[in-house]
């Protein structure tokens, strides 16, 4: 089992950088996928960002050219860097793994982005 600590949310003005970690540690074979996603409040989870064990990223629309994910797969650690954040980026951050087909996820890191 991969148990996932996050790190790294707060309190941010609008126009302003957080950056988020999530280190892993358990039971690891091989990570294949790590990621962010996001959950405001009366909304569903939401994608933000993949890496693969390979360094292939994907980003919702929304973020894309403000947040870059990186990954450090000797550490088993995944981060995202968020820049120029807006109101709208408020949310309850998730770190999210996957291995051997079998989802884990963080309990979640608060992210506020005031206007």
């Known amino acids: 089992q991969v148990h996932l600590t996050e790190s790294g949310g707060g309190l941010v003005q609008a126009g302003g950088s957080l950056r988020l970690s999530c280190a892993a540690s358990?039971?690891?074979?091989?990570?294949?996928?790590m990621g962010w996603y996001r959950q405001a409040p009366g909304n569903q989870r939401e994608l933000v960002a993949t890496v693969t064990s390979g360094g292939t990223t994907n980003y919702a629309d929304s973020v894309k050219g403000r947040f870059t994910i990186s990954r450090d797969n000797a550490k088993h650690t995944v981060y995202l860097q968020m820049n120029s954040l807006k109101p709208e980026d408020t949310s309850v951050y998730y770190c999210?793994?996957?291995?051997?087909?079998?989802?884990?996820w963080g309990k979640g890191t608060l992210v506020t982005v005031s206007s």
């Open positions: 999210n793994a996957v291995q051997l087909s079998m989802d884990s």
């Open positions: 358990g039971i690891i074979f091989s990570i294949n996928v």
